[in-house]
Each structure stands twice: as structure tokens, then as C-alpha cells.
């Protein structure tokens, strides 16, 4: 049964940390974190490949986010540090569960199921 939930939003101010976790269940390929903000496009954020631990990171996030896999948990966690007001979005998981290997790690199209989303707020 496939499954993917996030968890682990919620508000913070300038400069501070959160995590987000999202469960995946079964064989994936690569998860990868999207986020969609007030009246803008969904961006991806990163992706890990599962099986062989490469990560890819937006620009926006470089050096401020860190995408990792638990498989013992059967985790992807995000950790996004010095958060910025421009962070502030909702945040999705989602899962390649069918090796979309056409489409690059950071488009949408690669992934075939995603979670509810869990707000992420930064005040300043």
C-alpha cells in the first residue's frame, strides 16, 4: 500500500528552524519537496534518490536546507534552517514510485503521489 504524509509545520520567526518529516511506504525511487506559496507557483525545493542518496536543492535553499532518508523509518526529512519570510508556503511531499527517470529530480511531472501539505509560516 503506497503512503505518503507529511508532518512538522508550523510557524517560526526570521532566522529560525523547523523539520518536516514525510513517511513513504514501499519501493520509491526518489522523494522530493515541493512548496507553493500565496498566489504563486509550486516550486520544488529538493529531492533525495532514495535508493543512492543523491540530493538536488533549488537555488532559493542552497546552503540553508538539507534533505535526508531514513530507511529504517521509512523517512525523508526536510531540515530548513535560517528561514526567511519568502519561506513561508505550503509544503508537499511527494513520491516517484514508477522511476519517472524522464523528468529532472525538480519537476513535478517525476512524481506520481503527494501528500496533503503542511504549512510552513516564517514571521519576521
Known amino acids: 500500500q503506497v503512503e505518503v504524509a507529511e508532518s512538522g509545520g508550523g510557524s517560526v520567526q526570521v532566522g529560525g528552524s523547523l523539520r518536516l518529516s514525510c513517511i513513504v511506504s514501499g519501493y520509491v525511487n526518489r522523494v522530493a519537496w515541493f512548496r507553493q506559496g500565496l498566489g504563486k507557483e509550486r516550486e520544488a525545493v529538493a529531492t533525495?534518490?532514495?535508493?543512492?542518496?543523491?540530493?538536488f536543492y533549488a537555488d532559493s535553499v542552497k546552503d540553508r536546507f538539507s534533505i535526508g532518508h531514513d530507511p529504517s523509518k521509512k523517512m525523508v526529512s526536510l531540515h530548513m534552517n535560517n528561514l526567511k519570510p519568502e519561506d513561508t508556503a505550503m509544503y508537499y511531499c511527494?513520491?516517484?514510485?514508477?522511476?519517472?527517470?524522464?523528468?529532472?529530480?525538480?519537476?513535478?511531472?517525476?512524481?506520481?503521489?503527494w501528500g496533503q501539505g503542511t504549512q510552513v509560516t516564517v514571521s519576521s
Open positions: 511527494a513520491a516517484d514510485f514508477q522511476d519517472r527517470n524522464a523528468y529532472g529530480p525538480l519537476k513535478s511531472r517525476a512524481y506520481d503521489y
Open positions: 533525495i534518490y532514495t535508493q543512492v542518496g543523491s540530493t
